[in-house]
T-cell receptor, first 116, second 114 residues
């Protein structure tokens, strides 16, 4: 069965620190997709990135970067030089299986607090 | 483009009542999925609709149902409400069905059952 684990429940950092959010997944599929979403206090989930299982290239987008390692089934997310506006709950999610459609399996989420 | 809209944003109901939540997807999006978010269970998939047909269903009792209209708008209904149904219900839309498409989420409907 598919599963996503975000072992860090809460992380607190001081502004300008770098922070890495961990995500470990389990799947029996060879083709799958991994996602990161951000949920600010307003509640809306904001899409950050999608990565398919055949693309292990790391990606950088501004202060955000993602490290995908199939060998360890991990898809970690790093925020460089964190800012107060980065404070939110971050979710890692997995989509697998041709028949599962758009269904996402989410991890438990990591509450990130960036203090000024 | 306008984002995903959900109405109402907040709702208070009593045990035993039923409730209907509405979701309007992004213009041109034809797939709509629903998720329930609670502190204890996290984010859980309820169901997905595409072309007015339910394509996938999560592990929820039959009290939870939904439908999609020809304009892709979707509603979900919960009958015989229980205290445990108190949650944030999130709707997401994508252009088509399938995992290759990003899903865009609405702000959610916060349901409180008393």
């Amino acid at each position: 069965a598919q599963k996503v684990t975000q072992a860090q429940t809460e992380i607190s950092v001081v502004e300008k620190e770098d922070v890495t959010l961990d995500c470990v997944y389990e799947t029996r599929d060879t083709t799958y997709y991994l996602f990161w979403y951000k949920q600010p206090p307003s509640g809306e989930l904001v899409f950050l990135i999608r990565r398919n299982s055949f693309d292990e290239q790391n990606e950088i987008s501004g202060r955000y970067s993602w490290n995908f390692q199939k060998s360890t089934s991990s898809f970690n997310f790093t925020i460089t030089a964190s800012q107060v506006v980065d404070s939110a709950v971050y979710f890692c999610a997995l989509s697998e299986g041709e028949t599962s459609g758009s269904r996402l399996t989410f991890g438990e989420g990591t509450q990130l607090t960036v203090n000024p | 483009k306008a984002g995903v809209t959900q109405t109402p944003r907040y709702l208070i109901k009593t045990r035993g009542q039923q409730v209907t939540l509405s979701c309007s997807p992004i213009s041109g999006h034809r797939s709509v999925s629903w998720y329930q978010q609670t502190p204890g269970q996290g984010l859980q998939f309820l169901f997905e609709y595409f072309s007015e047909t339910q394509r996938n269903k999560g592990n929820f009792p039959g009290r939870f149902s939904g439908r999609q209209f020809s304009n892709s708008r979707s509603e979900m209904n919960v009958s015989t409400l229980e205290l445990g149904d108190s949650a944030l219900y999130l709707c997401a839309s994508s252009p088509r069905q399938g995992r290759t498409y990003e899903q865009y989420f609405g702000p959610g409907t916060r349901l409180t059952v008393t």
